[in-house]
């Protein structure tokens, strides 16, 4: 694994224990996993010799230079994998690797806790997804589509809820709920609910609105005659 930030720590997270993992960025030190071990994070890029997958988890603009640190230790079978959802594989050439993407559907806490992510992996031949899919199965399923669409959903996704999320708090502040109430409703009560519609796990309370709120009258559609 290339970088040590928040997408670096989930995939860490997921395959330490089922897999073996090395962990180098650019600057060393020791990094406390989503279950609290302690990882140590090298910044000899050597450490990728040896290593069947090398996933980049660094910022798009970083994709290549990290990719080249790498490349001349990286085995003749080994496979680089572009994580970077805003960067489309076939813009790096790095001589002497193969390079390939795994785009992400998902986010990087969700991913730690272990809740799956999609993992878009269209620009790889069959066997190299195979190769992925045994690797990343506790991250997510890997999917042959072509890796735009994660950038596409996940931007859809994130302006949908990012707009939703303003919404809601405009309107708690025009209740006038105080601070501490406001707080509960955006960051326990609206993502508990969210989860629970998502999974299906709904209490009476949220049954009774999912459904009122699925009806046409609702959503826009055709009223009844009774209205
Ligand atoms: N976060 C998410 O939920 C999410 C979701 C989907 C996809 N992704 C993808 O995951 C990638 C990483 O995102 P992130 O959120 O984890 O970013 P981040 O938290 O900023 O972490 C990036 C890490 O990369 C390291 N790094 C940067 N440039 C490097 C280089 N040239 N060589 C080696 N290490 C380098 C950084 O360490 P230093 O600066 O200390 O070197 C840092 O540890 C992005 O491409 C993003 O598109 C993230």
Redesign the pocket.
Known sequence: M?????????VATRLVGEHEVVL????PGRMTDGEGRVLD?GSDPAAASGCAIVL?????P??A??AA?IAPHVDRTGLVV??????PTADVAVPGIRLVGC?????????ERGSP?ALIAGSATRTERDLLSSALGRVGVVIDAPEQL?AHV?DLVARRVIAAQLDLAAALDESGAPPQAREAALGNLAVGIWGAVASGNTGPFLTRIVEQLRTPAHSGGPRSHDG
């Not at 785009?103 to 991913?111: A, D, E, H, V, Y």
């Open positions: 290339v970088g040590a930030g928040r997408m670096g720590r989930a180098v960025s650019r600057r994070v980049l988890a660094v910022p798009a970083e994709v230079a990290a640190w572009n994580l970077a959802t805003e960067l785009k992400i559907i998902g986010q990087s806490t969700q991913i992510a994660a996940n």
